[in-house]
């Protein structure tokens, strides 16, 4: 099954310095229809005016995986981590047993990403954050994991899910693909770009995305990605 998202009828919220949109019900947007997609249970879509952001606030027992879309977010938390993600690039946070953080974006212009939560698959634990440089060129036309918990994924920021961060530049006229194992559930959206995402068996079912349209996936062994336009995509495999 393939279902298309449209931007245009997510939750919103303006708050002035804080321009939101949710995928999923979160904070006063509630539709029963979307309070989560397997273990993923947030993706909000938030644009941050220059020298806002948010203040100090607590989470626990949850996997919170901020992609970075435009600018550059500054973490600082209760246990010393202070740090500086920019555009194309993830940073992790495991809640664990409770951290208090700000995310702020200390930049001149706006700040824009992905803001994504995954139940983890245990509660409790020691409360952790993280949060590096990715190279660029390594995602060019395949789909590359940021943050994972699943084994093979070394390379990736550790999540404590059975889940998958994964983030991919496709050109123009070009095609990827993804395989998934069974039960899987995927959620993808294209940071720009507009694509079109079919079942990678041959006649399988497809739709046309535009930029920041939710695509929600499962029961497919294998998707195909072509590019409509140059496309940015980040894509969430999780149980």
């Known amino acids: 099954m393939i279902e298309l998202r449209p931007f245009a ?4 919220a303006n708050h002035g310095w804080l321009d939101a949109h949710h995928h999923f019900s979160f904070a006063n947007y509630h539709d029963p229809a979307r309070t989560n997609w397997g273990r993923l249970r947030v993706w909000n879509d938030d644009t941050i005016a220059p020298q806002t952001g948010f203040p100090p606030h607590p989470h626990r027992d949850m996997e919170i995986v901020t992609y970075v879309r435009k600018g550059a977010i500054t973490h600082q938390d209760n246990m010393g981590n202070a740090g500086r993600t920019v555009a194309g690039d993830v940073q992790v946070m495991s809640a664990g047993t409770g951290i208090q953080h700000a995310e702020y974006n200390l930049e001149a212009g706006e700040t824009q990403i992905f803001q994504i939560w995954i139940l983890p698959d245990s509660r409790g634990g020691a409360p952790d954050w993280g949060t590096r440089p990715f190279p660029k060129d390594d995602r060019a036309g395949r789909f590359v994991a940021l943050a ?8 990736a920021l550790p999540i404590r899910a059975d889940a998958r961060v994964l983030g991919a530049t496709v050109p123009f006229g070009e095609t990827t693909r993804y395989e998934a194992a069974p039960g899987r559930h995927l959620y993808l959206v294209s940071t720009r ?5 079919a079942d ?3 006649g399988g079912e497809a739709v046309e995305a535009e930029a920041r349209d939710g695509v929600a996936i499962t029961g497919l062994s294998s998707l195909t ?3 409509l336009e140059d496309a940015e995509i980040v894509l969430v495999d999780a149980a």
């Open 148 to 155: 994972s918990g699943q084994d093979g994924d070394g390379d």
């Open 9 to 12: 009828g997510l939750g919103a």
């Open 200 to 202: 990678g068996a041959a």
């Open 193 to 197: 770009g507009r694509i079109r995402v």
């Open 225 to 227: 990605v072509t590019a």
